[in-house]
Structure formats: structure tokens, C-alpha cells
């Protein structure tokens, strides 16, 4: 079954520092990968997606890159902030064979802090 | 406002007792799902529904019963034969079908805990 992992340790970074996460997987190859943001108590919110056949994606001050060779995702924030403070969950996409829907995995999150 | 809507937000439930989570949404999506998260872990997948009076297992799916009978409505059973149903219970939806559209919405979650 397909595997994904993310640094478990939390990420401390000074405010106006980029950070940069990374999402491994393994026994799949996906067409899609996805990104949320969760904060303690709530549901995960949906950040950014990203297709095999693209390298790159951005949105404002984030970025996730695609590495189907190596298996890899990168996600960066830029010129970060204390509210971009939460914890950052990277998930593989699979279709489903009837009508709607897609199969997501999600990995274990990496916490981000970003001090002032 | 559109969005998905779960109750209760805590659960106490003692042991050898059922207990039904309660997922809404009003974003006329098709497709629905349930997913439980254990502390510092990511979301795992427990049922997911495609179309109304039709769902699937997901991966960790013993010890779970689901419903649906109307498009707006999903909801979860923990019965008494889960082995450690504490946890944060997370209901899902997506529109599905739709090229490029795949994001999931989430719900705020239920907090279960076993006594």
C-alpha cells in the first residue's frame, strides 16, 4: 500500500525565514498531490495541489514542487509569519474508479512555529 | 453559509457503548468520507461514500458502521467492538466528477473519548 512521510520534528523558524517541508512516498505513483494546513483542534484546510506533470505550483508566499523521480515533495512558505505558525499535511491523491470522489493519504504533518 | 457541520464537538462515551457522530454539509457535494486522527499522527481513512446509498470501506474501517441516505447527511457509528476509539473524528466532502476540482472540505472534528 502506498506510504507517505513527513519530518515528524517541529520546525522552528524565525519570522521573514522561508521554511521548507518535505514529503516523501513511496509504492505509488501519483498523479496528484495535495497540501493542507491544520490548527490545533480543526479541520484541515485545503492549501495547494499539484499535478504530476507539473514541476512547480504557487500560491502567494507558497510553493510545492514535484519530484516524481524522487519520490519527493517540497513545500515552502516564503518571507514566513507568526499566523503561518500550524501544522502542514501533505497527502496523496487517488482517483476513485466510480463516479465521485478522490482517496486521500495523508502523511503525519510537520508543526511549523515561526517566532517573532 | 456553505460548509460542513459536525456535532457534538466532545464525546464521552464508556465502554461496550455505541456512539453516532453527526456529519452535514450544504455544498451539494457527492462524495463524503470519515477519517479519525490520533495525536501527532495524519488522518486515516475509515468510509467513504460516493453517492447516496452507497459507501465503501476505507483502511481502518472494523469496529465502524456509516450511513447514507440523503446527499447532505453522513453519518458515523463507533460501535462497541472498536478497540481504542478514542480519538479526533474528521468528516470530509469534495465535489468529485469535476476535472481540477479535488480538494476535500473538512469539518471542525469530534473529540471521542472512551471512559
Known amino acids: 500500500s502506498q506510504k507517505i512521510e513527513q519530518n515528524s520534528e517541529a520546525l522552528n523558524i524565525q519570522e521573514g525565514k522561508t521554511a521548507t517541508l518535505t514529503c516523501n512516498y513511496t509504492n505509488y505513483s501519483p498523479a496528484y498531490l495535495q497540501w493542507y494546513r491544520q490548527d490545533p483542534g480543526r479541520g484541515p484546510v485545503f492549501l495547494l495541489l499539484i499535478r504530476e506533470n507539473e514541476k512547480e505550483k504557487r500560491k502567494e508566499r507558497l510553493k510545492v514542487t514535484f519530484d516524481t523521480t524522487l519520490k519527493q515533495s517540497l513545500f515552502h512558505i516564503t518571507a514566513s509569519q507568526p499566523a503561518d505558525s500550524a501544522t502542514y499535511l501533505c497527502?496523496?491523491?487517488?482517483?476513485?474508479?466510480?463516479?465521485?470522489?478522490?482517496?486521500?493519504?495523508f502523511g503525519g504533518g510537520t508543526r511549523v512555529l515561526v517566532k517573532p | 453559509d456553505g460548509g460542513i457541520t459536525q456535532s457534538p464537538k466532545y464525546l464521552f462515551r464508556k465502554e461496550g457503548q455505541n456512539v453516532t457522530l453527526s456529519c452535514e454539509q450544504n455544498?451539494?457535494?457527492?462524495?463524503m468520507y470519515w477519517y479519525r486522527q490520533d495525536p501527532g499522527q495524519g488522518l486515516r481513512l475509515i468510509y467513504y461514500?460516493?453517492?447516496?446509498?452507497?459507501?465503501q470501506k476505507g483502511d481502518i474501517a472494523e469496529g465502524y458502521s456509516v450511513s447514507r441516505e440523503k446527499k447532505e447527511s453522513f453519518p458515523l457509528t463507533v460501535t462497541s467492538a472498536q478497540k481504542n476509539p478514542t480519538a479526533f473524528y474528521l468528516c470530509a466532502s469534495s465535489i468529485g466528477g469535476l476535472a481540477g476540482v479535488r480538494e476535500q472540505f473538512f469539518g471542525p472534528g469530534t473529540r471521542l473519548t472512551v471512559l
Open positions: 461514500s460516493q453517492i447516496v446509498n452507497d459507501f
Open positions: 497527502a496523496l491523491d487517488v482517483p476513485l474508479i466510480k463516479a465521485a470522489g478522490n482517496k486521500l493519504t
Open positions: 455544498l451539494n457535494h457527492d462524495a
